[in-house]
Structures are given as C-alpha cells and as structure tokens.
C-alpha cells in the first residue's frame, strides 16, 4: 500500500468533528512547557557544570597551595615540640631530688639545647626554601628525641 491509501483508509476512522480551540490552545501551552522545560535543564546542567569546575579549580589551588602550608606546620609541631619538652624537663627538675643527679640533667639539657651556632646561622642562603625546612625540622627531631629520653630519665628519677 502507498503512504496516501493509507492515509484515506485511516482519514475515514478519525470523527469528522473539529478539534475546539482550547484544545489546540492547550497542546500548544503544553510544547511551550517542554521546551521551557528542556531549556531549563539544559541551563541547570550547564550551571552545575561551571560549579563542578569551580570546584576542582578551587580543589587544585588549595592542594598546591596547603602542600608547602602542611610542610611549614610539620616544622612549626617540631619547634613547639622542642619548647614544650625543654618546659617539661626544667618543670621536673625544680622538683625535690638527688643534687647529682639535678646537675647531670641541667648538663644535658644545655648539652642538647644549646649550640655555638644556631642552625639558622649555619644554613646556606641560597638553599631553596623547601629544603631549608626540611633540614630544620630534621634538626629539631633529633633534639626531640634527645629531650624524650632525658624526660623519661627525668621522669624515672623524681
């Protein structure tokens, strides 16, 4: 069959009635809907997808921003460290003890706190600022765990 015999054959089905004006009125309203709809989710997808760059371009600058911010707070917990036990060790010593064993702790302690030269004074200028810290912080976790031994000693001996 062609596409008009079938168009005939199906025409004599559909009632001859016109179709009442409100009725097109309201298919038409209900494409404008759709395509107002489609249109706002096309704008909603778009909005979402400049908020997810936003957001990865925010994550990425922070990120390349805090890696040298964590750096400087690990060397910053290493000096407070290195003042909280120097505090700690002259706290436990004022205490009521053997007189020898005060003056070996007090020896130590000057021993590991103090230097001719302070580590800032025997650093290179020119070294990068990275690797400036990284030696600074080493140089602190060794004299930590210097000042944690004398502690327990301390601590042992009260």
Do not use: W
């Amino acid at each position: 069959m062609k596409l008009e015999e079938i168009i005939a054959k199906e025409r004599k089905k559909i009632p001859n009635e016109t179709i009442p004006y409100r009725f097109k009125d309201e298919m038409i309203a209900r494409i404008h809907k759709g395509i107002e709809a489609k249109r706002r989710k096309r704008r909603l997808i778009v909005n979402y997808s400049y908020g997810v760059a936003a957001a990865i371009a925010v994550v990425l600058t922070v990120g390349l921003i805090a890696l040298p911010i964590s750096n400087s707070k690990k060397t910053i917990a290493e000096v407070e460290m290195y003042h909280t036990l120097t505090e700690k060790i002259k706290e436990l010593n004022s205490n009521q003890r053997n007189e020898h064993i005060k003056r070996d702790i007090e020896k130590t302690l000057k021993d590991i706190t103090e230097d001719e030269k302070s580590i800032e004074e025997q650093m290179q200028e020119q070294m990068p600022r990275k690797k400036f810290e990284e030696v600074i912080r080493e140089y602190y976790r060794e004299k930590n765990k210097g000042l944690k031994k004398l502690l327990a000693f301390a601590d042992e001996n009260n």
